[in-house]
């Protein structure tokens, strides 16, 4: 498990944190008013300011498995800030998408970023991708929900279950009555919380020290905690290097940022190409600032506890911070630092259920809910809302009950590297080659996915390299199968149905 004891809070802290989840559930359904079509539900009408979609992305990215754990890298013995590799790759990949793919989603009025594959390739592929997404991001996100919940249940002393219940119930209604709208409006406000709760406690860790900000270089200097590269090409336990993170993180950044609905639905809900690519773009500098300022709390809490509570340096990295939280900040701050903490975990489960909403409806309904009535599709998408918040929450009481609990952000990751990476591939297959047949994407796909798997469960192989493995896999099958058996004549695919919303 996560944690190690209950650590049930103060009535006070309580009370702020279900202010907090009442008053964004309120402020969401406020914002949802007024929606008559699929358009403002799933793409806020493609008017929504540039600065809002900026937020929205970094906050989409930011769960509790990065308020959390990220910290955890930096606290355990021999920690350092080498997860900022990772952060370097994020940075390049996102100035890729930029430049290669964004610019396929503005030449039609997409309404997915799947809608894209089926013109090269196919209604076949387009579901076929769009059910890797919904599969992934449904376990994705299934554990980032696990970790808050278990996070709630040990920090108020409640049921595993109650505490699931609690927070699907809080993001659902939002996202169900608000849509994308709300989704993104209450990112901006969750990252004004989440970061303003990080930088309260490092400025008490500051302030706590005897030594204050100089005794916590001293330590971090001491203890090698500032070390950032690592050169180490293929480690054989796997662990994080400048080349996993320049070429695993830049492709995870590519794949997650250029293939994935998640994030993909956001560019779809700007103006036009030159509001998204500015999203886009900045998104990667802020990610870098806020790791930086994460594994800066875990060296806090190093040089804390070296100085206060030395036992709790045997702490795994997802325990410390929570326990820092409950044991050592005063009442009503802890009750703020975890709302922020949930504020995380409230924006990324919101987009992942509206855009595997909105992914279900468009790609794997295909044209007979494409053309549906406006109404009618509203009404399925907001079924479908509700449906993914459940299967992420049956998600997380799997996990709860299987009792996996280690690591939960290097498997998050690389669960989106796996899915979006073999996705990629096929977008990459698109600006290459241009269109083949549906049967060799589709080969492609599940080749790629085998390939995979098979490394996954016979290697050691750091799952930071999952997304350019399988970028490249399908890639390689479907150029060569292409090769192998070309195709003169391929029809394009479009449908003026898929642009219905």
């Known amino acids: 498990m996560i944690f190690i004891a209950s650590l049930a809070i103060s009535p006070v802290d309580i009370g702020i944190i279900a202010s907090y989840l009442i008053a964004t559930t309120l402020f969401g359904i406020w914002l949802g008013r007024g929606q008559h079509s699929t358009s403002d539900f799933f793409l806020g009408s493609r008017d929504l300011p540039s600065w809002a979609l900026l937020l929205s992305i970094v906050a989409t990215e930011t769960s509790t498995i990065t308020f959390l754990s990220v910290p955890g890298k930096a606290f355990v013995s021999g920690g350092n800030f080498t997860f900022l590799q990772l952060a370097i790759g994020y940075i390049i990949g996102r100035i890729a998408v930029l430049t290669f793919l964004l610019p396929l989603y503005f030449r039609h009025e997409n309404s997915t970023a799947y809608a894209v594959l089926q013109r ?117 336990d796997g662990h994080l290097t400048l080349w996993a993170g320049i070429f695993g993180g830049g492709v995870l950044s590519l794949a997650t940022h250029g293939a994935d609905q998640l994030i993909v639905q956001r560019y779809l809900c700007a103006k036009n190409q030159r509001a998204a690519g500015w999203a886009l773009f900045w998104s990667g500098p802020i990610v870098f600032l806020q790791f930086t300022l994460f594994l800066a709390i875990g060296v806090g809490l190093a040089c804390y506890f070296t100085q206060f509570d030395p036992s709790k340096l045997s702490l795994a990295g997802d325990q410390a911070f929570a326990r820092f939280i409950v044991d050592d900040l005063p009442i009503g701050v802890r009750g703020i630092i975890l709302a922020a903490v949930f504020a995380a975990a409230m924006s990324t489960l919101s987009s992942s259920v509206n855009s595997s909403a909105c992914s279900l409806l468009d790609d794997l309904g295909g044209d007979a809910w494409r053309c549906l009535p406006d109404a009618r599709r509203l009404l399925l998408g907001r079924s479908f809302t509700l449906l993914f918040t459940t299967l992420q929450a049956a998600v997380a009481i799997g996990a709860f009950y299987f009792a996996f609990g280690t690591s939960v952000v290097d498997k998050a990751l690389a669960i989106a590297g796996f899915s979006a990476g073999l996705l990629l591939g096929l977008f990459f297959v698109a600006i290459v080659a241009g269109r083949i047949p549906s049967w060799q994407a589709n080969l492609a796909l599940i080749c790629g996915a085998a390939v995979i798997l098979t490394i996954k469960f016979s290697t050691n192989v750091s799952g930071y390299w999952y997304a350019p493995l399988a970028a490249g896999s399908t890639f390689s099958v479907a150029i060569l199968l292409s090769k192998l058996v070309p195709s003169y004549a391929v029809a394009p695919q479009g449908t003026p149905a898929e642009e219905h919303s």
């Open 120 to 236: 090269n390739f196919g209604t076949s592929t387009r579901k076929l991708a769009s059910l890797f997404f919904l599969v992934a991001r449904t376990l994705g996100d299934g554990l980032r929900l696990f970790l808050t919940a278990l996070a709630l249940q040990q920090f108020v002393d409640i049921p595993f279950e109650v505490s699931v219940l609690i927070l699907a119930v809080a993001t659902a209604i939002y996202a169900l009555f608000g849509g994308v709208r709300s989704v993104v409006w209450n990112d901006c406000v969750q990252f004004a919380v989440y970061m303003s709760g990080a930088l309260l406690v490092i400025g008490l860790i500051f302030w706590r020290l005897p030594g204050g900000f100089g005794q916590y270089l001293q330590f971090a200097s001491d203890t090698g905690r500032f070390h950032l590269f690592d050169l180490e090409f293929l480690p054989s």
